[in-house]
């Protein structure tokens, strides 16, 4: 039985796989947070967070990471941690930077860092020849406003230190350039209070399905569990409407996909992690979109476990503790599964889903979420605003995508208008 230390958490479906791959690989763990409230609002009414099984819950300046790590040091004198651990992208520098000055297993601080900053990420692989977009990393409109002109417009504006794509917009000219860069501005803050950096990252428009690729890596070995497809939607947004695993790809786009998420791994030094590299298939190649050294979020993971049997949140517990993970591949009586969320394309209160009844009970129904009556609803921009989803598995091949899809069409949320 080892003891984790947790540093934060994302609130949504990893805040409790980790918990449960922790409790089922006999371990038991410190969390740490600045606020505790934070989770206890995310907890369904009656229910207590996973996250608040830990043995201790301490409060902590997660945010203030020189007075952190002194607490932490005098932490681990007094509980002695094995490992440390996070799934939230703002905390996982942190965590790397206790592992390193506890001395315990873990990636490399510059590691984490530059592959959770989108600027840095960039530069990187663009020096290592990994194959990306073009590029500008600029200060203000001004910079970015010349740096169009010479990448030339369709853009993507993105942050360099948000997740879930938030204020990632596709932007065709001046006037939606200007619009974008505004919000950015607007937005000085994180969710989890940290002030972000004004940089705004500009990037080429990259045209082709785009997949992710699950890896995980372990005392200097890259293992590929599988790649996963995405669909995209609300336009000029970037908001993930669905997946499948595995990808329905040809042995060339596979290679491609694998080879390319492989090398910027490397190129960023990223070891003791698992990882989720999302790459455009293009038709000059394969391009990196972003490197995401945790696992994959909107249950991704359970996607891959239902196929393969691998659970990715136990391996990134095994990592943390310098254990080779178990990522031997079993028969789970499924050839592929699939999600798709239920995403607004309008603002109101939520009076009913429409059609819901039937999904529970459906062939193949794996999962079912949906959000309640009476819930605030806004038309979603990022992959923050779901009102649910259902996974679907297929026995026979890869039809779960088309499955869910089907699924989702005689589903309706209804709105009350504001």
């Known amino acids: ?16 796989l980790l918990p449960r791959a922790l409790g089922e690989g006999g371990h038991h763990f410190t969390f740490l947070t600045r606020d505790l409230h934070h989770y206890l609002r995310s907890a369904p009414e009656g229910a207590g967070h996973p996250l608040l099984t830990a043995r201790n819950v301490v409060t902590a300046p997660t945010n203030e990471v020189e007075e952190l790590l002194a607490q932490v040091e005098r932490l681990h004198h007094a509980l002695r941690f094995d490992g440390v651990v996070t799934s939230c992208d703002y905390y996982l520098p942190t965590a790397a930077r206790i ?5 315990l297993p873990g990636p490399s601080a510059e590691a984490m860092e530059n592959a959770c900053r989108k600027d840095a990420t960039r530069r990187v692989l663009a020096a290592a020849g990994v194959p990306g977009p073009r590029f500008a990393v600029c200060a203000d409109v001004a910079e970015a406003e010349a740096a169009a002109r010479d990448i030339g417009y369709p853009l993507v504006v993105k942050p360099v230190d948000l997740c879930a794509g938030m204020l990632v917009r596709r932007v065709d000219d001046a006037e939606q350039l200007a619009v974008a860069c505004r919000a950015l501005a607007d937005f000085p803050r994180n969710a989890r209070g940290q002030r972000r950096t004004a940089h705004i990252l ?5 045209h082709g399905p785009e997949v992710s690729v699950e890896t995980v890596t372990c005392r200097g070995v890259a293992h590929i569990v599988g790649v996963t497809d ?5 336009a000029p947004a970037f908001v993930e409407t669905g997946h499948m695993f595995p990808a329905a790809l040809a042995p060339d786009d596979l290679d491609a996909a694998t080879g ?3 090398r910027a791994g490397a190129a960023l030094g990223l070891d003791d992690v698992v990882a989720h590299t999302e790459i455009k298939l293009t038709a000059d190649g394969p391009r990196v979109v972003e490197v995401n050294p945790r696992p994959a979020g909107n249950r991704i993971t359970e996607l891959v476990r239902h196929v393969t049997g691998i659970d ?5 517990v095994d990592v943390a503790l310098g254990r080779e993970p178990d990522l031997r591949r079993r028969d789970t009586g499924l050839r592929s599964a699939a999600i798709g969320f239920l995403v607004p394309g309008a603002s109101g209160t939520l009076a009913s889903v429409e059609g819901a009844d039937g999904l529970r009970g459906a062939e193949g129904v794996l999962e079912v979420q949906l959000a309640e009556a009476g819930r605030t609803v806004e038309a979603a921009d990022s992959n ?8 679907v598995g297929d026995a026979a091949g890869l039809g779960a995508r088309n499955r869910v899809e089907s699924l989702l069409a005689g ?3 209804l709105l009350v208008r504001s």
């Not at 039985?1 to 409790?16: D, K, Q, Y």
């Not at 592992?99 to 001395?103: D, I, M, T, V």
């Not at 995405?230 to 609300?234: E, F, L, N, R, V």
């Open 230 to 234: 995405k669909s995209i939607g609300g």
């Open 411 to 413: 589903v309706r949320p």
């Open 384 to 391: 923050n605003a779901y009102l649910g989803h259902v996974m």
């Open 1 to 16: 039985m080892a003891h984790l230390l947790v540093v934060e958490s994302w609130v949504g479906s990893m805040s409790r």
């Open 312 to 316: 990715l949140a136990a391996a990134c």
């Open 99 to 103: 592992a390193g000055r506890l001395g």
């Open 260 to 262: 390319t998420a492989l």
């Open 202 to 206: 500009l990037e080429e428009f990259l």
